[in-house]
């Protein structure tokens, strides 16, 4: 995909721990071609940065709704929108 660069900061929330959200994250991310990050918040949610051409944002901002098949998404809240420049992408620590 090709286009425009989007990056978004998204917070899901829902059943979204311990049921291999960040790794899902992290394998579509990587075959949209995107990068950024994902990483557990303590208060339950994820939180994740998305950059890449804005189809392929939007394709996985769809992806993150879904979630893996143990997750039960409620709901994916843009938080910030243009942030940083990132290479790759990565799974950090909880914060």
């Known amino acids: 995909m090709s286009g425009p660069t989007s990056t978004v900061h998204v917070r899901i929330e ?3 721990q311990n049921v ?3 790794a899902f ?11 950024g990050w994902v990483r557990n ?3 339950g949610t994820v ?7 804005r189809e392929a944002v939007e394709a996985m901002l ?15 809240e843009t938080i910030g929108e243009g942030v940083g420049v990132f290479e790759g992408f990565e799974v950090r620590p909880t914060a």
């Open 14 to 16: 829902g059943r979204v």
């Open 20 to 22: 291999g959200y960040r």
């Open 25 to 35: 994250v992290e394998m579509r991310a990587a075959e949209l071609g995107l990068s």
């Open 41 to 43: 918040r303590r208060d």
């Open 47 to 53: 939180e994740a940065v998305l950059q890449g051409p």
């Open 62 to 76: 769809g992806h993150c709704r879904e979630g893996p098949r143990a997750a039960l998404v409620s709901r994916v």
